[in-house]
């Protein structure tokens, strides 16, 4: 498994890896879960007081289904440990963040200094997503 | 016309950044062309059979002439001299280098153009009505709401890494001129019984190998929740697409397997769920950009009589030119289909001329239709004749809209690497053919694809064409009784395809058999509806 190579929180990170949804269901004392990108985000929404990690999978950068998971977890009013993992290609860094992640654990570590970059790309931004910025056009209107 | 403030600039200029940094990281090698290639294509850049292929968005087909003006620019200072207009209301070049890209991003944002999201899997460019503004036949003008989709979907977070590229249109009108129904979204602005705006949905429609018409999912969206709903229909996608096959990847296959009801059904759920997470933007931000939407300061003193005594430029208007909202004024729509021409394209100098053209006579404003032409929106009925005369001498003037000469082909395998066969050489050769013709033919929309991807709407031609490949030679299959507008309907092959040559002959064939079944004032369209594929496929293939 992949070292966190940044990570956006304070706490202490749990130590135990994420276990598939089928076990996470069936163990009922896990508090590490990984979704993979055909997992429905939605069947932990009933769990997500006793959970501390959710992992998201990215196995191919192409597959955006882990952007979705993201949102609906933190819409859903999760607040542990959000980590993207797999194939992390730096550009999507910063959308991952607006998405919600607050960790990251790419295959291929990052360049830090292009990471740095992406992530301070948009000074601003259009629409609202899970991270509460404020978009363009609330700032246009006070 | 929008225009941007100091946000919408930043973004811009951030962007040409990016896209600087990812360039130099390519150049250098720490970026690998497989991990580049999406990041280039969300940039509009592709790699083609010769060199890379630039597509520059032009939101809604709306354009200043400074805008025009710097494409022309950008023609002749890093392409060959040339610009081609595409189908969904962008331009594309074609000989462009990869280091100068961007340079060639940052004289764009300087006249507020950009090249995001014009290609990759995601949302695209919003198309338009080109009469937005101008048409006596729309309930509002539609570009506000179309803007409103530009700022929300740019760099939309979530939405950057969908299944499949995701295709837009916003119309206002009774009259389709944007094939709405043939998009992965359609929204037709509509009045609803309390006299409210609202917006209709017609979702998972598209070309490409599997046509499909986009059937309605939700007849009236309040303004209110516009953004919220449509951020609905594409997180739907965005969760359940599929992703094991490009080839079933579009919207229109989810709708398909789902089935509409079931699709509208998960919709109106996660629509339900995003109403209490306060995405929707502020109707007063609506209110903003409709005030970049105005009339412009029309002469209400300008005479609505035509002199009609020059029959060619008699010709030119009844051909070209569409009524107008306002007394005194005509829509002029610019052929970019000179006989034996290719379809769409313009030189440099051309679109200065335009340019120049527009701020003359259409209050600084031009746009770009679907079917590759240029419009000029607010013309006095009483500048038309100087106008003509000015395009008429720039090679602009040729008279005939929606003729079987008014053809929409794409770049096919002169410049396209999926390409099975040529589209252009093919359309000039039907350009030429029937240049004596087609005033006798009337309203005959052809339409040219060089491969099952329907680049060139060939689904959707009264006469389409498509190039496949046959043991390696290029061949030709001819389609009747497509249609984009308001009745949308696919066309159906006629039978075995034909050389380059065959398809022209076979389609002259086609036409004879209308000419002589036709009733009234009905079009090849029309005529083939009643009468069905028989008679057709008789002649043609006798
Ligand atoms: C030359 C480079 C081009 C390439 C490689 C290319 C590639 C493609 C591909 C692969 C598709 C099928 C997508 C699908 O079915 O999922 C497609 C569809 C399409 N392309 Fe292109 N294209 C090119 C140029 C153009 C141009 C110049 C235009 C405009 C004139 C255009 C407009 C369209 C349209 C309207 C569709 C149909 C959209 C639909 O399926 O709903 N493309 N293109
Ligand atoms: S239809 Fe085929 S040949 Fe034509 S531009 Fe599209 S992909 Fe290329």
Redo the contacts between chains.
């Keep these: 498994m992949s070292d966190v190579q940044f990570r956006f929180r304070t706490d202490d990170a749990v130590a135990d890896p994420g276990v598939t949804v089928d076990v996470f269901g069936a163990q009922t004392n896990a508090s590490a879960v990984r979704l993979e990108?055909g997992d429905?985000a939605r069947d932990l929404l009933p769990h997500l007081d006793r959970i501390k990690l959710i992992e998201v999978n990215f196995p191919s950068?192409?597959?955006?289904?882990g952007?979705?998971?993201a949102?609906v977890l933190r819409?859903a009013g999760y607040t542990g440990e959000l980590r993207a993992v797999g194939e992390l290609?730096v550009?999507?860094l910063?959308?991952?963040r607006?998405?919600g992640f607050d960790s990251f654990a790419p295959d291929i570590p990052l360049?830090p200094v292009?990471a740095e970059?992406a992530l301070a790309?948009?000074?601003?931004?259009?629409?609202?997503?899970a991270d509460g910025r404020v978009?363009?056009?609330?700032?246009?209107?006070g | 016309m929008y225009k941007y403030?100091t946000?919408?600039q930043?973004?811009v200029d951030?962007r040409v950044?990016?896209f600087r940094?990812?360039v130099k990281?390519r150049l250098e090698g720490?970026l690998s062309e497989d991990?580049f290639k999406?990041?280039r294509l969300q940039n509009g850049l592709y790699l083609q059979l010769h060199a890379y292929m630039l597509r520059v968005a032009i939101p809604y087909g709306t354009l200043s002439s400074a805008q025009m003006r710097v494409l022309g620019d950008i023609a002749d200072k890093y392409d060959r001299g040339y610009g081609h207009f595409t189908t969904r209301q962008n331009i594309q070049y074609n000989w462009i280098q990869l280091d100068q890209t961007p340079d060639l991003l940052a004289e764009l944002a300087k006249v507020e153009m950009h090249a995001i999201q014009t290609s990759g899997?995601c949302i695209r460019n919003i198309s338009s009505d080109q009469y937005a503004g101008a048409a006596a036949d729309e309930i509002v003008d539609p570009r506000p709401y179309a803007e409103l989709l530009r700022?929300?979907s740019?760099?939309?977070?979530?939405?950057?890494?969908?299944?499949r590229k995701f295709k837009i249109a916003v119309i206002a009108s009774e009259t389709d001129r944007a094939a709405m129904k043939l998009h992965d979204i359609g929204i037709r602005m509509v009045r609803n019984a309390a006299g409210e705006i609202g917006a209709a949905f017609y979702v998972g429609g598209g070309m490409g190998r599997t046509p499909m018409i986009a059937p309605l999912v939700r007849a009236f969206v309040p303004l209110d929740q516009l953004?919220t709903y449509a951020e609905a229909c594409l997180?739907v996608y965005?969760?359940y697409g599929r992703?094991d096959n490009k080839y079933k990847a579009r919207i229109k296959i989810l709708v398909h397997e789902l089935g509409k009801d079931e699709y509208t059904r998960q919709v109106e759920e996660e629509f339900a769920?995003l109403l209490t997470?306060?995405?929707e933007?502020?109707l007063?931000?609506l209110e903003?950009i409709k005030a970049h939407f105005t009339d412009p300061a029309y002469d209400t003193a300008a005479p609505d009589t035509l002199d009609r005594s020059d029959p060619d430029f008699a010709l030119w208007v009844d051909r070209n030119c569409a009524a107008h909202k306002q007394p005194g004024y005509m829509i002029a729509t610019i052929s970019l289909k000179p006989v034996g021409g290719i379809p769409g394209d313009a030189s440099g100098e051309q679109m200065r001329v335009m340019a120049d053209l527009g701020l003359k006579y259409s209050f600084d404003e031009l746009r770009v239709t679907h079917a590759q032409n240029i419009v000029l929106p607010h013309v006095r009925k009483a500048d038309l004749y100087d106008l003509w005369q000015q395009l008429d001498a720039a090679g602009l003037a040729t008279a005939n809209l929606d003729l079987i000469g008014d053809i929409i082909a794409c770049p096919g395998l002169d410049y396209c690497s999926l390409a099975n066969a040529r589209s252009i050489p093919v359309a000039q050769k039907i350009s030429e053919r029937f240049a004596a013709k087609q005033a006798d033919l009337g309203e005959l929309k052809l339409k040219i694809s060089g491969c099952i991807n329907a680049c060139g709407h060939h689904h959707a031609g009264h006469i389409g064409i498509l190039g496949v490949d046959k043991k390696g030679t290029e061949n030709y299959q001819l389609l009747l009784g497509g249609c984009e507008g308001d009745d949308t309907s696919l066309g159906q092959i006629t039978g075995p395809g034909f050389s380059e040559d065959g398809i022209v002959d076979a389609i002259d064939k086609a036409t004879d058999v209308y000419l002589a079944h036709k009733q009234g004032d009905e079009r090849l369209l029309d005529t083939y509806r009643r009468i069905g594929m028989a008679p057709f496929k008789e002649a043609i293939y006798e």
């Design positions: 990108p429905d950068f192409t597959d955006g289904r952007f979705s998971s949102r819409e290609p550009d999507h910063g959308h991952l607006r998405c360049n292009d970059a790309r948009w000074e601003h931004v259009y629409q609202p997503a978009p363009i056009w609330n700032l246009r209107h | 403030d946000y919408d930043a973004m951030a950044e990016e940094d990812q990281r720490h991990h999406p990041l899997n700022q929300w740019s760099f939309h977070p979530e939405f950057l890494v969908l299944p953004i997180r965005n969760r992703r769920h997470q306060g995405i933007p502020p007063a931000e903003r």
